[in-house]
């Protein structure tokens, strides 16, 4: 049997998309494609951030891959918890809704009454028990009670969530597929150019609070997860397993956390001096990831080989 390796927690509204897609047993790997280049936001007071309303959730993959719309709903003022309930409530079996829920509000997160985050969940259906969450990211399902949703699903004063027709989601053609992996593969490693960047411009008088600017890195460097699954899709085409690949993806992650907890460190010892291992680190991170695109897209070019592609 083929070895094989387990990712959890890449970016929670792909994988709300793929739970859709694998319903229609379609492979949902290709979905993940680029997700590691993913946007992300540099606020004014150089914080970085994993959501803003101006970045997009959506990677576009769905309707290159998969030919399937994305429709947004909600963000408006009339729309309020009494739509959203009838939405759910009239929804048709081929209809997936994933709408934005604040963690600080979810019992089975870890933020629960901790941290206020922006999260993406599927709403499946809703009955008196009241609306049944699936959650793939933190691997959760079941009811969540009515005045539960009510306040989750509010952020910033609106409710968001999104349309997808899943009786539309068609099997990509290799050539499709092909040609969505090239596009999605981008030169150089733009997280850790921005860190860099930041890093290099911390002053003692920033420095307290560089920890809590950085507070989201977590979140964004689990993307680089989607090496692997991009990875795994190739290598059961091709009967391989690459361990050293899988090894340096984990190491990646791994490496990010570890520039994270330098960060805290600095923030609350007032330590200038960490500034330079972080610079180290994120230096050799950047090596990293650049040897895990180029033994990616040497794995991709024997796949292509291997499926004939012109």
């Known amino acids: 049997m083929l070895e094989t390796a387990a990712y959890e927690q890449i970016h929670c509204m792909l994988d709300c998309l793929a739970v859709a897609v694998n319903q229609r047993g379609v492979e949902s790997r290709p979905l993940y494609f680029g997700v590691w280049d993913g946007p992300f936001e540099i606020t004014e007071q150089a914080e970085i951030r994993y959501y803003s309303p101006r970045l997009s959730f959506d990677n576009g993959m769905m309707e290159k891959l998969y030919g399937s719309r994305i429709t947004k709903v909600g963000h408006y003022e009339t729309f309020n918890y009494e739509v959203f309930s009838s939405l759910i409530g009239g929804k048709g079996q081929d209809t997936t809704y994933i709408f934005r ?33 699936v959650d793939p990211y933190f691997g959760w399902e079941g009811y969540i009670a009515n005045d539960v949703i009510r306040e989750a699903l509010y952020w910033e004063g609106h409710i968001l969530g999104y349309e997808l027709n899943a009786q539309s989601i068609k099997e990509p053609s290799l050539k499709t597929i092909a040609a969505a992996f090239e596009e999605s593969m981008l030169s150089g490693t733009r997280l850790a150019d921005e860190v860099m960047g930041l890093v ?11 920890s809590a600017r950085v ?24 009967g391989t397993f690459h361990r050293s690949f899988h090894d340096h993806v984990h190491e990646l992650v791994k490496g990010w956390e570890t520039v994270v907890l330098l960060c805290t460190k600095a923030s609350i ?25 180029d033994q ?15």
Not at 200 to 210: A, F, K, Q, V
Not at 228 to 236: D, H, K, L, Q, R
Request: neutral net charge; aromatic residues 10%; glycine residues 8%.
């Open 215 to 238: 507070q989201q890195i977590g979140v964004l460097t689990k993307r680089n997860y989607g090496y692997g699954i991009a990875c795994s899709y190739f290598e059961e085409a091709l």
């Open 269 to 293: 010892l007032r330590r200038m001096d960490f500034l330079a291992k972080m610079a180290d680190k994120i230096r050799q991170l950047q090596l990293l990831e650049l040897q895990i695109k």
């Open 200 to 210: 290099s411009g911390e002053t003692e008088d920033t420095l307290p609070d560089l």
């Open 101 to 133: 829920m604040n963690l600080f509000h979810l019992p089975y997160a870890k933020q629960y009454r901790v941290q206020h985050r922006p999260h993406l969940v599927v709403v499946d259906h809703a009955s008196g028990e009241g609306s049944y969450i």
């Open 296 to 310: 990616l897209g040497q794995i991709y070019s024997s796949w292509r080989d291997k499926q004939g592609i012109q």
